[in-house]
C-alpha cells in the first residue's frame, strides 16, 4: 500500500496508470497461458483421434469376420502360382478367384499390423509383432486375441462400458473382401445399355430422315 499515492491527483493518475499495467500484464499472461494450453490439448485431441481412428480402422480389418475362414495365409502370390508347377501342373494365366481373395486378405492384414505396430499399446506391439514373425515364418495367423485387445482398448478410450461377461463373443477373422465379379457385371451392363441407347438413337435418325423424305416427296407432288 506505501506504493499507493492519493494525496494529489497526479498521484492518483500515477497508481491508475500502475494498477491498470498490472493487471494488463497479468491478463496478458494469463491469456498466453490458456491459448497454450489450448493448442497442446487441441494437439493431443488431434493426435488421439487418429490413433483410435488407425486402430479402429485395424480392428475392422482384422476382426470383421465370425464365420469362415478366421485365419491369414501367409503366402505370397507367387507361392500361390509355383505351388502347381512344384506338383507338375502347370500354372495357370489368370489368379483363381481363391488365390486373388487370400492375397487381398494378406495385404490388407499386413497393412493393418503395421498401422498397428505404429500406433498400438505395448500389448498391442506385441501381439502384432508375434503376428507380423508368423507371416514371415509362413505360418497361418490368427488374429482373435489382437483383436480383443484392440476391442478393449477403443471402447475403454471412448468411455464406453466394457463388453458383459455374460455376452459370449466368437472368434474372430480378418474382413473376406468383396467380389469384384459384381463390379464387372456392372460394367457390362453398362456399356450394353450404352450400346442400345445409341442403337436407339440410330434408329431415331434413321425415322427423322425417312420423315424428311416424305415431307419432300409430298412438296414435289404439290408444285407439279
Do not use: C
Not at 497479468?26 to 481412428?53: A, C, D, F, H, S
Not at 495357370?92 to 488365390?99: K, R
Not at 463388453?163 to 466368437?170: A, L
Amino acid at each position: 500500500m506505501r506504493f499507493f499515492d492519493f494525496s494529489s491527483w497526479q498521484g492518483i493518475l500515477t497508481t491508475l496508470l500502475g494498477l491498470t499495467l498490472i493487471t494488463l500484464i497479468g491478463v496478458g499472461i494469463r491469456v498466453v497461458m490458456m491459448l497454450t494450453l489450448q493448442q497442446r490439448q487441441q494437439r493431443m485431441n488431434r493426435q488421439i483421434n487418429e490413433r483410435l481412428k488407425t486402430l479402429i480402422a485395424a480392428y475392422k480389418v482384422l476382426g470383421g469376420s465370425f464365420t469362415g475362414q478366421l485365419t491369414v495365409n501367409p503366402a505370397h502370390l507367387r507361392d500361390l502360382r509355383s505351388q502347381p508347377e512344384a506338383e507338375g501342373e502347370p500354372s495357370p494365366d489368370n489368379e483363381a478367384p481363391g488365390m486373388d481373395r487370400a492375397r487381398r486378405i494378406r495385404d490388407a492384414v499386413e497393412g493393418a499390423l503395421s498401422d498397428i505396430l505404429l500406433l498400438g499399446t505395448e500389448e498391442h506391439v506385441r501381439l502384432a509383432g508375434q503376428a507380423a514373425r508368423d507371416m514371415v515364418a509362413g505360418r497361418p495367423i490368427h488374429t482373435a486375441e489382437l483383436v480383443t485387445s484392440l476391442r478393449t482398448y477403443v471402447r475403454r478410450a471412448l468411455d464406453l462400458d466394457p463388453v458383459p461377461p455374460e455376452v459370449e463373443i466368437p472368434s474372430q477373422g480378418p474382413t473376406r473382401p468383396q467380389s469384384g465379379s459384381s463390379g464387372r457385371s456392372g460394367g457390362r451392363s453398362g456399356d450394353t445399355a450404352r450400346g442400345t441407347g445409341g442403337g436407339g438413337g440410330g434408329g431415331g435418325a434413321g425415322s427423322g430422315g425417312m420423315g424428311m423424305g416424305m415431307g419432300l416427296g409430298g412438296r414435289r407432288g404439290e408444285d407439279s
